[in-house]
């Protein structure tokens, strides 16, 4: 069975900060990896997908996201937080043939300190 | 365009009862996917609808149904609402058998009390 695991349920960081939100996945072939954000009472927004080619992905607000076969995880990364970046996080995977159903982890909430 | 939309934004309902939410897809797209996030988790796949069928289904109880009109407008239905299915329902669109991801509705806040 598929499944995707984000290990940090809250991460706080300082504004201007580096960030990196973690995410593993478990699927026997290589999946199509997607991040979203959320904001309370909100729906999804996409970040950023990865389906093949180059393991760096660039995505939107300035996120970026590498995904390591190795080690089954595709981390999503911004160089400087910014205050409107708290929320929650999602990462997610597609295995690809199964028309867009998407299996989600369970999320990372995200607080920016001033 | 409108994206995609959902209605109503939030809906309070009592134990037993039936409910009934409605999507309606961004413009062009024929493919719409629900997923019910209940407090503090992901959003976990209800079912997908492609040409007026269920395309494929997650591991939902037949309480949960749906339905796909000829405008690929669509309509998730519980019935005999249980408290554990207070959650906010999401629905997707996309075009075809293509990536089903891209464009999420705000969601319906639904409360079963």
Request: charged content about 15%; hydrophobic content about 30%.
């Amino acid at each position: 069975a598929q499944s995707v695991t984000q290990p940090d349920i809250h991460i706080t960081v300082s504004e201007g900060a580096s960030l990196e939100l973690r995410c593993n996945y478990s699927y026997g072939a290589t999946p199509y990896l997607f991040w979203y954000v959320q904001s309370p009472g909100q729906g999804l927004q996409l970040l950023l997908k990865y389906f093949s080619g180059d393991t760096l992905v660039q995505g939107i607000k300035g996120f970026e996201a590498e995904f390591k076969r190795s080690q089954s995880s595709f981390n999503l990364r911004k160089p400087s937080v910014h205050w409107s970046d708290a929320a929650e996080y999602f990462c997610a995977m597609d295995g690809g043939t199964s028309y867009g159903k998407l299996t989600f982890g369970q999320g990372t909430i995200l607080t920016v300190h001033p | 365009d409108a994206g995609v939309t959902q209605s109503p934004t939030h809906l309070i309902k009592t134990r037993g009862q039936q409910v009934t939410l409605r999507c309606s897809p961004k413009s062009g797209h024929d493919t719409v996917s629900w997923y019910q996030q209940a407090l503090g988790q992901g959003p976990q796949f209800i079912f997908q609808y492609y040409e007026e069928e269920e395309r494929q289904r997650g591991n939902f109880p037949d309480r949960f149904s749906g339905h796909q009109f000829p405008n690929y407008s669509s309509e998730l239905n519980v019935n005999a609402l249980l408290l554990g299915d207070s959650a906010l329902y999401l629905c997707a669109s996309s075009p075809g058998q293509g990536f089903g991801g891209e464009y999420f509705g705000a969601g319906t806040r639904l409360s079963v009390l």
